[in-house]
Structure formats: structure tokens, C-alpha cells
């Protein structure tokens, strides 16, 4: 297993070690796990095309890593502990050797298929326990998995399917969440009609029962495929550098991009930031409430925790169903340890009252985390009093698709916690505030743009079949680093507090969603002449999506406005459905014809008041008109 370190000593003699001499560090970490053959270089790298490589010729399998590895020692210990949408339904406890065992049969079943090493397989499926099988036996043969959240449209799943050139889709019938069941094969229908060459066949987990169209020329079924399958199969010899994933997420510009990780550092990083982050111990149980189709269930309910040797907890459901004491209901049920969760979910349940929390008994909790966006002090001080009582450590987690793992992070018991600062970072992690001309800030107590300076293992590589577009949007920016898109403040310790996005990116409810992607989506109806997309501070959601939306020849009203909202929700899903929108009569631009966002971002926050200089705009004097119609906007 990879170091967990145990004291602040140990933190502060772990990190100098890491920044003096990072090879030798990572080795050690690398050298913890099962190599098929040993790596003989750790690290080659340069940030100008860029081209980072972790544990070059090393050969390894993260399945067997995952799960081979644990047979000897904890073959009977439960890896993946299921909760169903309804809390009357079976639990359903997964034992490493049952993992494995189902894990093998699928990835013979993929083979059988003709799926081999370097194919890709998109998932588009709910929580249940055949997704993690699923993606682990694309990993055990080398195919490349491409999970695709569920909420996402026909249109975004088949964009996704078409960029991957993926041969395969596996989904299943329906979901279930909350009441309701929700069709899934329908819309891998619909993506196949909008048109997805490259697939060759559709594996349905039936999960309802309920009734779906069928193709028999591509369409199969999981349990047939799998029925009869062996349930050993060889784990791939693969390089450290092959691909493991692609994860599709959104950027300032363009259609979201696929963001490559690779299997050896990616494996190396997961399991050491899991093991120091949550502070795992054998007999824990831990909880990650993400959904696997964002990158947080990757690395921290899949990846990290069975690399570990964890009880890992996958929920099916909603954090409101039947009750919004659900969350709190299932640590009591399953006496959780490490419970991890999204500010926008802790905001939401606080608004429920305190009374449902203190109808659970909470006690078995020791660590709490929270990712996806900052969060503020009074859901941390709410998590901490109602959640943790005071005594569980709040793990603010700081990182991204593209970072793999966490990178910031307080240790929870070993470095102190401060209300929404993400605090230090890992070992092996090298944060540095710059200003906008790249300078370094070095002192304490100042506010400038996060980037990273060194390459850690779980750092993307590319961005699937366009590496210009990983080397301008992450590298250009500023010479030799890592830029993170982030602006944040680090305080008169050191400490890193994380205030959000310094680009044209928004974060609603802790999903990454790009103004253009939305404005693209809007544009697709065909009274729309131009739109423009800023986040607003929103109670819950922490973002809210404000639409200022130029239209012609139809009535700027609530028909209108469902009718573009219908748009979105074909165009990506209803997560990215704006809030608000007001119609205008122009957008203030620059002189080249820019939209001036700042100006928007202020009106749709309501600070119109310190709009600053305007002169310069090319059209002064729509603003008036925008502000008039923001604040008779309800
Ligand atoms: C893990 C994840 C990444 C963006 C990132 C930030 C924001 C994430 C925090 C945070 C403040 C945090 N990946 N973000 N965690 N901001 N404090 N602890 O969310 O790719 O979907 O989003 O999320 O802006 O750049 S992501």
C-alpha cells in the first residue's frame, strides 16, 4: 500500500522530501503495487508540448491492483457496498473476490464482442453495481472507458460517442431515481438515430424490467452475454503510459473536450491521495456520493478506494428520497466512517432542518469531505456542527477532471481545518499563486490565478484526438505550468482558499458547465439571434445559469422561454438549463465585437451599481436597457 502518513511531522518531512527530490518519492509510492515488469525511468516530462510521462516501460494492470492484489488478504471483505434507490430493496455486498469474479466474466464477454486493448466503450448507466464491473473489465483487457453521465441528451451522448469513436455502448433499460423510472435505452436510441457510426453494439443491464424498443442486430443483453461467461480472465499487460479513461468535461470554449488519463500514475496518485486524504482504515466503511459519470466517482468510489483495499458505497439513489434524510439515514445504516459530499447537497439538506440529521446516529463518522466547488462558511459550519458534531475534520478537497486526484486538501487529524480554505497542498502537489503576467506571488496573504508547476502522476496527458487544444487551454498560458483556470487567495499561513473560475466556465450545483456550450445550445433555437451565458450567485446551487437572449420575430415571453429551455435540455440535459432569461434588444460588446461578460456577470448579480467605465464599449447604451430589464425580471 501506498504511505499514509500519520503526523504533521510526517506531512511536513513527506512534502520536502517530494519537492526536493520528486522521482525518488513517486518511485517509492510506485513501487508499492504489482508491476508485470518494472518501470526503469520514473519521470520524463516537459510542459511546452506538452509531454508528461509516469513510470516509463512499466507494465501493470490496475485491475489487478484493484482487486487480484486484495484476494489473498481480504478476498471475503466487501469492496462495493450498494444501497438501493429504495431503502426497502436488497443491499447488495460485493466481496473483492465476487468483484473479481464478476469483473473477469464481463471482460470475457467484452472479448467476445471482439472489444480489445485500446477500444473504447462508453457507459451510460445508473448507479448500480454493473457500472463499476462494466468499467473495471474495460481495465482489465485495456479497453479505454468513457463514462457518460446519465442526464446528459441523446445529442451530448452521441457528440461524446462520435469524438471517442467508441465501439460499444453499455447502458441500461431504465434508472431509477427517487418515484420515478427514467428511460435510458431510449436515448442511446435516440443518439444512435442522430447517428453514432462507430458503434457496433449495444449491452443493456436490465435493471426495471420496464419494456424498451429493441434492435436485434445490435442490441444484447448483459445477463445473456454474461451468463456462461469464465470467471477468470488474464488482466492486459499495460504500459503505464496506455490509456485507462476518457472523461469528457467542459471548457470556456467549443464542445466539452476528452480528458485523457493513463493507467500508472493515474493508479499511483488515486490510492495514495485516497489512503492520506480520508485516512482510511482496514475496517472503515467510506462513502463517496458522486456519480461516477463525473470524475470524482472515478477516482473516489471506484479507483482510489478498491486500489486501497476499501468498503466502498455506491448509493443508487437521490439525497432526497423518500426523505431528505436519506444521506443521514445510510450513515447510520451503514455505520459510515468517511462520508463525502458536494456543498450544493449540504445546502440543500440544511435547508430541511437540523431536527433530520439528529434523527440518525452519526457517530461512526470520523472524516467529512467536500468537492466539486468552494464552499461557503455557513454550510461548513453546518456540516461540521450537525454532520460531524463537531468532532470529524472537514476535508475541503480541491481538483479537477484534469488533475485525476486531489491536489489541495487539509489531512484530516493531522493539519488544521479552516472554514473554505482547501488548505495545503498534497505531497508531490507544487501550487503556486501567479499574477497575470505569470509572475510568481510568494509571499503570504495574496490573490492571483492557481497553477501547478511540476508534473504530478494523475495529470492529464491530452485531450482525445486534439493535443493542441490540451497544450493551449492548460499550458499556453503561462511558461512551464499547469494553469487551473482557478483564481484563489492564499491566506497569512499559507493556506489555500480556492474562490472558483477566472474563465468563461460556470459551476452549477458542482457540474462544470461552459457559458459558450450553453449559448451554442440556446442558438440552436431558431428564433434566437445571439445569446450570452453568466453564473449568478445562487442560495443552493452555488451558480445559477443567467441567459440574456436576443430574439426575432416572436413574443419575449413564457412560451418563449420554455421553448428555449426545451432546447437545452436536447442540446446537453436539463443540468444545464438556465435559471433566467431575459430577453434584450443587444449585448454590450467590445469594440472587435466581444461580449463584454464582466458587465453581464455584475447585472446579473445585482451589482449594476459598479459597472465601471463603459465608454469604450461599441454599444454603450444597451446597457441601460439590460439593467432596466434585469431588475423587472422576476
Ligand atoms: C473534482 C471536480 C473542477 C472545478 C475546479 C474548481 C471547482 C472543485 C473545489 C472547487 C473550490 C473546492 N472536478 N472546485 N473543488 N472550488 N473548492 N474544494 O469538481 O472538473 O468537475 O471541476 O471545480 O473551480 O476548477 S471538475
Redesign the pocket.
Known sequence: MTTQITSLEEYHREYAKSIEDPESFWKKEAETFHWFQPFDEVLKWNFEEPNVKWFLNGKTNITYNALDRHIAERGDKTAILWEPNDPEDTVINLSYKELLEEVCKCANALKKFGIKKGDRVVFYMPMVPELTIGVLACARIGAVHSVVFAGFSAQALSDRVNDAQAKMIICSDFNRRGSKNIPVKKVVDDALEIGCSSIENVLVHKNTGDSISWNSLKDKWWHEELDGQESYCTAEEMDSEDLLFILY?SGSTGKPKGVVHTVGGYMVYTSYSFRNVFQYQENDVYWCTADIG???GHSYIIYGPLLSGATTVMFEGVPTYPTPARFWQICEKHKVNQFYTAPTAIRALMAYGDHLPAESDLSSIKVLG??????NEEAWHWYDKHIGKGKAPIV???????TGGILISPLPGITDTKPTY?SYPLPGIQTVLVDVEGNELKENNVEGLLCIKHPWPSMIRTTYGDHERCKNVYFSAFKGMYF???GARKDDEGRIR????VDD?I?VS???MGTAEVENAINEHPAVVESAIVGYPHDIKGQGIYAFVITQGVAKDDTTRKEILEVVKREIGPIAKPDKIQFVNGLPKTRSGKIMRRILRKIASNEADSLGDISTLLNPECVKEVIDGNRTLI
Open positions: 468535461t463525473w470524475i470524482t467536500s468537492v466539486g466547488e468552494p464552499i475541503d478537497t480541491w481538483w479537477q477532471t484534469e482547501a487551473t483556470g482557478d480556492v474562490i472558483g473560475r466556465v459551476n458542482g457540474h462544470r
